[in-house]
């Protein structure tokens, strides 16, 4: 089996699975924007984050020559190594219920302040546990203050969330009084020149304006934003959001420990001589348990909705092609991606490996490219913004700085 070796090539690991588990949750957060059912998303997406698993068990996992202390992924499917799997597959429960939960959570909280909570739960709890549990081979001066980076990002994400959704009353507030002073006006010209959000092309011959689509972060775009989307957040507490990301974040702190005693066994649960599982074969069954969990309950999903989704079926679902490609990809994005984490964290330490819980980089950049998010907000929500997006640069370099070498 391939196996990193080298700091240099588990901090590249980190790299493009930062990249990887941040992209994935735009393409499920647009996918939901277009209407597109979750539980129809999430079904597609387990099934190709599953397929990326098995991809890598039977690459990666199967290159070079299998040795008793280094099996390959298929030599591994036959030992006794049971309490491991149990580990692996533990991890992969929590995960995929906190994806589940994340899903719901980007409609309500929004996709860059859902990631930075979520991420900054994971690395406060999952990395401390990684640390001990990897017998402290990461630098503890260096890493704790990336922790500590991760903490003042946590309070800045807060702070652009609360400035974030006063700019978005203020605009919906706004447009309600304009459209109250513009009651009774006969004048459709004049309709135009009183709302500067509305982007349309007038016909000359018959001096008339023909609909156009609102302009990114105005109202006129949040109300056309909610009636199209599947998941309906208007007059909906945040709590409700707020709950699903922590409980979210909880779920991620622990995934992470569990995949690290699968491989590594450091509370010692296999027998003597017994392999340590590889990391291709811990992900594999990681995998399974993460696809059999996301199956039964968005099945159930499918026909008893949650927040009052409207309800379909396994028919609908078969039958649902509207942006299933886009599923697929993110489906593969993240099952790559989590791989990569586990592949680097081998190598470099699973608490320097949590250095991919940055992912809001990545996603915030890809929120406010394809959603708009935080255009036309105030200043000071930029400034948060800003402040953001470098205490979580700055966390990300000191954890990767932190990495070792695991004997």
């Given at each position: 089996?391939?196996v990193?070796?080298?700091?240099?090539?588990?901090?590249?690991?980190?790299?493009?699975?930062?990249?990887?588990?941040?992209?994935?949750?735009?393409i499920?957060?647009?996918?939901?924007?277009?209407?597109?059912?979750?539980?129809?998303?999430?079904?597609?997406?387990?099934?190709?984050?599953?397929?990326?698993?098995?991809?890598?068990?039977?690459?990666?996992?199967?290159?070079?020559?299998?040795?008793?202390?280094?099996?390959?992924?298929?030599?591994?499917?036959?030992?006794?190594?049971?309490?491991?799997?149990?580990?692996?597959?533990?991890?992969?429960?929590?995960?995929?219920?906190?994806?589940?939960?994340?899903q719901?959570?980007?409609?309500?909280?929004?996709?860059?302040?859902?990631?930075?909570?979520?991420?900054?739960?994971?690395?406060?709890?999952?990395?401390?546990?990684?640390?001990f549990?990897?017998?402290?081979?990461?630098?503890?001066?260096?890493?704790?203050?990336?922790?500590?980076?991760?903490?003042?990002?946590?309070?800045?994400?807060?702070?652009?969330?609360?400035?974030?959704?006063?700019?978005?009353?203020?605009?919906?507030?706004?447009?309600?009084?304009?459209?109250?002073?513009?009651e009774?006006?006969?004048?459709?010209?004049?309709?135009?020149?009183?709302?500067?959000?509305?982007?349309?092309?007038?016909?000359?011959e018959?001096?008339?304006?023909?609909?156009?689509?609102?302009?990114?972060?105005?109202?006129?775009?949040?109300?056309?934003?909610?009636?199209?989307?599947s998941?309906?957040?208007?007059?909906?507490?945040?709590?409700?959001?707020?709950?699903?990301?922590?409980?979210?974040?909880?779920?991620?702190?622990?995934f992470?420990?569990?995949?690290?005693?699968?491989?590594?066994?450091?509370?010692?649960?296999?027998?003597?001589?017994?392999p340590?599982?590889?990391?291709?074969?811990?992900?594999?069954?990681?995998?399974?348990?993460?696809?059999?969990?996301?199956?039964?309950?968005?099945?159930?999903?499918?026909?008893?909705?949650?927040?009052?989704?409207?309800?379909?079926?396994?028919?609908?679902?078969?039958?649902?092609?509207?942006?299933?490609?886009?599923?697929?990809?993110?489906?593969?994005?993240?099952?790559?991606?989590?791989?990569?984490?586990?592949?680097?964290?081998?190598?470099?330490?699973?608490?320097?490996?949590?250095?991919?819980?940055?992912?809001?980089?990545?996603?915030?950049?890809?929120?406010?490219?394809?959603?708009?998010?935080?255009?036309?907000?105030?200043?000071?929500?930029?400034?948060?913004?800003?402040?953001?997006?470098?205490?979580?640069?700055?966390?990300?370099?000191?954890?990767?700085?932190?990495?070792?070498?695991?004997?």
């Open positions: 089996m391939y990193v070796e080298s700091k240099g090539g588990a901090i590249a690991c980190m790299l493009f699975s930062l990249f990887f588990l941040g992209t994935w949750p735009a499920m957060t647009l996918l939901e924007r277009r209407g597109r059912l979750p539980q129809h998303t999430y079904l597609d997406y387990t099934m190709t984050n599953l397929l990326a698993a098995v991809i890598i068990a039977f690459t990666f996992g199967e290159i070079g020559k299998s040795s008793p202390q280094e099996p390959n992924f298929l030599t591994q499917l036959s030992q006794d190594n049971f309490p491991s799997v149990l580990f692996a597959m533990a991890g992969g429960i929590v995960l995929s219920i906190g994806n589940l939960s994340t719901y959570a980007w409609a309500f909280v929004g996709l860059s302040v859902t990631e930075v909570i979520t991420s900054s739960i994971t690395v406060v709890i999952g990395t401390t546990l990684n640390y549990l990897d017998d402290r081979i990461n630098r503890a001066e260096i890493l704790f203050p990336g922790v500590g980076c991760f903490l003042i990002a946590v309070s800045l994400g807060s702070a652009v969330h609360a400035s974030n959704a006063a700019d978005n009353r203020a605009k919906l507030n706004r447009s309600a009084n304009d459209r109250k002073t513009e009774g006006a006969t004048d459709i010209s004049m309709s135009k020149e009183a709302d500067p959000n509305i982007v349309g092309t007038k016909d000359v018959n001096g008339i304006r023909t609909s156009g689509k609102p302009k990114v972060g105005s109202a006129g775009f949040l109300i056309q934003l909610e009636n199209r989307r998941i309906k957040v208007f007059g909906k507490s945040t709590i409700i959001g707020l709950t699903l990301t922590f409980f979210a974040g909880f779920c991620f702190s622990l992470s420990p569990a995949f690290n005693l699968a491989t590594n066994d450091q509370w010692h649960t296999l027998k003597h001589g017994v340590h599982l590889s990391v291709y074969t811990a992900f594999f069954y990681f995998s399974v348990s993460c696809f059999v969990i996301a199956i039964v309950l968005n099945i159930s999903f499918l026909y008893y909705p949650v927040l009052n989704l409207p309800r379909s079926s396994l028919r609908a679902y078969l039958t649902d092609w509207n942006g299933r490609g886009w599923a697929f990809l993110a489906g593969i994005l993240c099952g790559f991606g989590n791989g990569l984490q586990f592949m680097g964290g081998q190598a470099a330490g699973y608490a320097a490996a949590d250095a991919v819980q940055a992912l809001p980089l990545v996603s915030t950049f890809w929120g406010i490219l394809l959603f708009g998010e935080y255009r036309r907000s105030s200043r000071r929500t930029y400034i948060f913004l800003t402040g953001m997006l470098s205490m979580f640069i700055a966390a990300v370099g000191i954890l990767m700085a932190s990495s070792g070498h695991r004997k």
